[in-house]
């Protein structure tokens, strides 16, 4: 396991629950308008599920909350969001995959570009480098270690890798998603963020572009269509 590639979860890891709290709302009503197409009601929607206690984490307003479901569900009008995955690179050739929600695709693939332009990046066609990724279920817990009969449960529902460095990661097949977040509520563990996120095969050095790609990431992270993104590089 190469661990996580996204940025929020490893070069901050310390202030993710402040870093959560500063999130667009916008950002956040968009993730539970495209997880409430596929229904309207959290306790049979996985997926919105989650998107809504991701927004609740972040002192999303209930309101928010429930024009966003009204809007994924078509109850209200107005432009429709699209869930579109970019690949691209950064300095160095780094790679990155940016998961984006957007009403107007034209206006976020400009801008996407402009900010990769930047820093001497550049927009990818499809597969240019989702090759050298595998997407997993990725959950943070609000825990410094865990007892062996705990790691043996969880291995038991499909945990399929545990790193324990700044806290407990869990690592699972986007299949066992939901079976391992169940289990790890049905423990008693609290859960920082779970995800879906893209996690490299492998890890490639900054060089003398630390600095410009840090400047990249902190641009894409305040870019409210982006939603999130994941890197190969090792920060």
């Known amino acids: ?13 310390k202030e993710s629950i402040d870093a959560k709290r500063s999130a667009s709302f916008t950002k956040l009503a968009n993730i539970i308008s495209i997880a409430a197409r596929s229904g309207g009601d959290p306790e049979t929607n996985f997926k919105l599920r989650m998107a809504i206690d991701k927004a609740k984490a972040c002192s999303l307003p209930k309101e928010n909350i429930d024009r966003a479901i009204k809007r994924g569900t078509g109850e209200l009008g107005g432009n429709q969001i699209e869930e579109i995955v970019y690949e691209g690179f950064g300095p160095n050739g780094v790679a990155l995959v940016m998961e984006v929600l957007t009403d107007n695709k034209n206006r976020t693939a400009a801008d996407v570009k402009h900010i990769l332009l930047k820093y001497g990046g550049a927009l ?17 817990l609000e825990t410094e270690k865990l007892t062996d009969e705990q790691e043996l449960e969880l291995i038991d529902s499909g945990v399929a890798d545990i790193k324990t460095e700044d806290g407990v990661t869990l690592f699972c097949s986007m299949e066992n998603f939901e079976k391992v977040k169940t289990k790890v509520e049905s423990l008693g563990l609290k859960i920082d963020d779970a995800s879906l996120q893209y996690i490299a095969k492998e890890k490639v050095t900054a060089g003398d572009k630390e600095e410009t790609i840090e400047k990249l990431f902190d641009e894409l992270e305040a870019c409210d269509d982006v939603k999130d993104f994941y890197s190969n590089v090792d920060l």
């Open 124 to 140: 990818g066609g499809p597969g240019s480098t989702m090759w050298m990724f595998t997407q997993q279920g990725v959950l943070d």
């Open 1 to 13: 396991m190469s661990g996580h590639s996204k940025w929020a979860t490893t070069r901050r890891k």
